[in-house]
Nanobody, 111 residues
Framework: QVQLVESGGGLVQAGGSLRLSCAAS????????ISWFRQAPGSQRDWVAR???????MYTDSVKGRFTISRDNAKNTVYLQMNNLKVEDTAVYYC?????WGQGTQVTVSS
C-alpha cells in the first residue's frame, strides 16, 4: 500500500505563493488518480484538485487560475503550486491516492 507524505506548508501573506509536495513511497506512474483536498477549521474536507495518469487535471472553481497540480513520476511526487493565495485558502492540505491519505500540511494565509 502506498504511503503519502505532504510538505511545503507554512505561513504566507495574502497574494503570496507556496508549493506543496506529496511524496509517495512507491511508483506513482501506474496510479491513475491523485488528488489534493483541504480542510479548514470547523469545516468538512473539500476537494481542491486532481491529476490523472495522462496528466489531465481538474480544479475546484475557487482555485482555478491560481493553483496548478502537477506530477513527477520519476520522483514519485505530486505538487500543488499555489499562487495569489487568499485568506480563505487557509487549511490543512492533504493528498490522497488509492484510498490512502497523507498526514496533511498546514497552510496559513494572513491578511
Amino acid at each position: 500500500q502506498v504511503q503519502l507524505v505532504e510538505s511545503g506548508g507554512g505561513l504566507v501573506q495574502a497574494g503570496g505563493s507556496l508549493r506543496l509536495s506529496c511524496a509517495a513511497s512507491g511508483d506513482i506512474s501506474r496510479i491513475n488518480l491523485i488528488s489534493w483536498f483541504r480542510q479548514a477549521p470547523g469545516s468538512q474536507r473539500d476537494w481542491v484538485a486532481r491529476i490523472f495518469s495522462d496528466f489531465n487535471t481538474m480544479y475546484t472553481d475557487s482555485v482555478k487560475g491560481r493553483f496548478t497540480i502537477s506530477r513527477d513520476n520519476a520522483k514519485n511526487t505530486v505538487y500543488l503550486q499555489m499562487n495569489n493565495l487568499k485568506v480563505e485558502d487557509t487549511a490543512v492540505y492533504y493528498c490522497t491516492a488509492l484510498g490512502t491519505w497523507g498526514q496533511g500540511t498546514q497552510v496559513t494565509v494572513s491578511s
